[in-house]
């Protein structure tokens, strides 16, 4: 039990980031296009206060965007968005506290924004964690499974009808879920996915990131079918140097140090892709593509499983309490 449930994870992220770490040795980092102005259009980009989500926010605000910053961070929220209004482009910053981990938070959120009676063109689900050791959410889920995927499942579905409504053909609103390249190891156990059988925080978060992509999937499926003016892709930064390795055991920590500096991607170019997804003209009506370094590519087998995208999709309205239609 302990080998198939604990090692075998491990490995299997593992072995996906030395793959990306050669791919990164050899190729370039994706260069943003020139993109259009975005004067007018609402963002909310999760996780925004640092790292590649801030890096989202200040580029959204600087091609006119009005960009909400959410996270759980009040001082880096206020830090964020002084930085941000400092570079003096025309787009607005804002710091609104979410906690993607509460249920509650983030209907309180969801429900504040929509009272607003702002649209709503692009929500970049990029708050993450990776690697923590094992823990429960106040509504006793896993704790990568909430915060990087149910939450913002949760978020996206309550605001989807906003999204709905500001998006227009030709202008679409845009939804842009933050992936990985260790949705490859990932696998989805319906029977167990708070991993209380076993706990793998390899496993867990691998698991999390494929949530996302069959989530993206089935969603693009479901609003092209309805003929609503808006697109959903996931997003792969490649391996990027922020706080999100800080959770390594001791000894990939000490070997990520000197392989971050020459290897792994800025965050300012972790970020472009996201970018990319949220403002490129090229991106105008594209959805349902898995995106990295800037080129659409072939996910896991896995995340095109119709039968699981359903699953998932049921089974998740199921644990945060939403109809299945």
């Not at 200040?58 to 759980?72: F, Q």
């Not at 997003?235 to 500096?261: F, R």
């Not at 119709?306 to 945060?320: F, M």
Request: net charge positive.
């Amino acid at each position: 039990m302990w080998l198939s449930s604990v090692l075998v994870p491990l490995l299997r992220l593992y072995l996906c980031g030395v793959k990306v770490l050669f791919y990164q040795m050899f190729n370039r980092s994706f260069t943003l296009p020139v993109l259009p102005k975005q004067n007018g259009r609402v963002a909310i980009v999760t996780g925004g206060t640092r790292g590649m989500g801030f890096e989202t926010a200040r580029h959204l605000a600087s091609l006119g965007m009005h960009v909400i910053i959410a996270g759980n961070e009040r001082e880096e929220g206020t830090e964020a968005v002084r930085k941000i209004h400092e570079e003096g482009g025309k787009g607005k910053a804002e710091f609104v506290f979410v906690d993607l981990t509460s249920l509650k938070s983030v209907r309180q959120f969801a429900q504040t924004f929509r009272d607003r009676g702002l649209p709503l063109h692009v929500l970049v689900n990029n708050a993450g964690t990776m690697l923590v050791p094992e823990r429960q959410t106040e509504d006793g889920f896993e704790f990568h499974f909430c915060l990087n995927y149910l939450g913002h499942f949760l978020l996206t579905n309550l605001l989807l009808d906003v999204l709905k409504k500001s998006g227009k053909q030709g202008c679409c609103s845009r939804i842009i879920n933050m992936s990985s390249a260790t949705h490859y190891a990932g696998v989805i156990d319906m029977e167990d996915l708070n991993r209380r059988i076993c706990y793998s925080s390899h496993g867990a978060y691998s698991q999390s990131k494929l949530a996302l992509v069959l989530f993206t999937y089935f969603l693009q499926e479901q609003l092209t079918a309805g003929g609503f003016a808006v697109t959903v892709n996931a997003v792969d930064p490649g391996m990027v140097d922020t706080a999100l390795y800080n959770n390594l055991w001791s000894l990939a920590q000490a070997l990520k140090k000197p392989v971050a500096k020459t290897l792994f991607r800025t965050p300012a170019e972790g970020a472009s892709i996201s970018i990319y997804a949220a403002a490129a003209a090229e991106m105008e009506g594209v959805g349902g593509c898995y995106l990295y370094n800037g080129v659409k590519t072939q996910s896991s087998d896995l995340s095109y499983d119709s039968e699981l995208q359903v699953k998932l999709w049921k089974k998740s309205c199921e644990l945060v309490g939403l109809q299945k239609a």
